[in-house]
């Protein structure tokens, strides 16, 4: 039987994918407890925003702080506002993506972005800074010193290029988002962001 892809792409940093973990995670439970002999299940950053050292401009960060009183109101998702006052915020994910490529070469990929979500989100700490990023590396596993060298190599800097690549050459709306590779097509599967069950009937029907 041909091996079916499912690939979830999301930015470590972004809020709405950090709306969506709760169902996310039930949705992956589920499809792998029923699909786990046909489908395959990965997870492809899609680069919110590159490097960059300068401070956030304020309008930026009142326009994010005003998504995160959004999704709390929509989706009851908990967010640390202190955040705001006690970081340097910076408009810079791809640290984060790299760290995330990294954790996957350990296969610890989903503890890694779990990991950068909650210190961003609950924590008030800043992914955007690669102290913090190491710090989580070691919290979660990974030894710290090779974790440090890996973030700073033009081989991981290749590989993130080449993952936003593929990631923008799907049929994605943003993120999160969802595609469904069966049969050599790639299809793109709607959001529910507190319903898993329509996802996974969506895929369910097209894996039949």
């Known amino acids: 039987m041909t091996q079916s892809k499912l690939i979830y792409v999301h930015d470590p940093m972004c809020s709405w994918c950090w709306g969506f973990a709760p169902t996310w995670l039930k949705l992956k439970s589920e499809l792998e407890n029923n699909f786990k002999d046909i489908l395959t299940i990965e997870y492809k950053v899609g680069g919110l925003a590159p490097d960059s050292q300068a401070p956030m401009p304020q309008n930026m960060q009142d326009m994010l702080q005003n998504t995160w009183r959004k999704i709390a109101a929509q989706l009851g998702t908990q967010f640390n506002y202190a955040f705001w006052q006690e970081c340097q915020p910076r408009r810079s994910t791809y640290p984060a993506c790299r760290a995330a490529l990294i954790a996957r070469?350990?296969?610890?990929e989903a503890d890694m972005v779990a990991a950068i979500q909650h210190a961003y989100y609950l924590n008030a700490?800043?992914?955007?800074?690669?102290?913090?990023?190491?710090?989580?590396?070691?919290?979660?596993?990974?030894?710290?010193?090779?974790?440090?060298?890996?973030?700073?190599s033009h081989q991981i800097n290749d590989e993130l290029n080449a993952e936003l690549a593929y990631a923008h050459s799907l049929p994605i709306q943003g993120f999160p988002s969802l595609v469904l590779i069966n049969n050599d097509k790639a299809f793109p599967i709607d959001i529910n962001y507190t319903d898993w069950q329509?996802?996974?009937?969506?895929?369910?029907?097209?894996?039949?």
């Open 105 to 108: 070469k350990a296969n610890k």
């Open 125 to 152: 700490q800043n992914p955007s800074d690669e102290n913090t990023l190491i710090e989580l590396a070691q919290h979660i596993g990974l030894d710290k010193a090779d974790f440090a060298s890996s973030l700073q």
């Open 198 to 208: 329509q996802s996974f009937n969506k895929i369910s029907a097209l894996l039949k």
